[in-house]
């Protein structure tokens, strides 16, 4: 079920395509008006489609990102300092990661303390 605020925000997605649509084909008349051939109406409509389906597909992609923001607020949040847990070799180096550009060298130890941190140890 929708929310309110996201109700409002299609609504107003609604609109911002309508006048999209209205600007397509006011420029689609234009055109028509400045055409010397029938080549160039023909190239003045589909031009004019091409803007009403851009204004359909904006539509969409705003809806979905409304639905998409709802159910963010949704989700469960995490309270206090917990974050994921990733497995570091000493030099804060993730593990399996590719060393940085300009390094000619591992920048955590090849050998000895390669004793993987986590919690539960």
């Known amino acids: ?3 309110t605020m996201e109700k409002l925000k ?3 997605s609604a609109a911002k395509e309508q006048a999209n649509i209205y600007k397509a084909k006011v420029d689609e008349k234009a055109e028509k008006a400045r055409a010397r051939t029938k080549e160039e109406e023909v190239i003045a409509h589909e031009r004019a489609k091409a803007k ?3 204004a359909k597909m904006e539509l969409h992609d705003a809806k979905a990102k ?3 923001e709802k159910l963010s607020t949704k989700q469960a949040h995490y309270y206090g300092t917990q974050q994921p847990h990733v497995e570091y070799y000493e030099g804060n180096q993730p593990f399996g990661s590719i060393p940085k550009p300009g390094t000619t060298a ?3 130890p090849l050998g000895g ?3 993987l941190r986590n919690n539960h140890i």
């Open 113 to 115: 303390k390669n004793i």
């Open 1 to 3: 079920m929708q929310s």
């Open 66 to 68: 409304h639905a998409a």
């Open 52 to 54: 009403e389906a851009k």
């Open 106 to 108: 591992p920048t955590y």
């Open 10 to 12: 299609n609504k107003a």
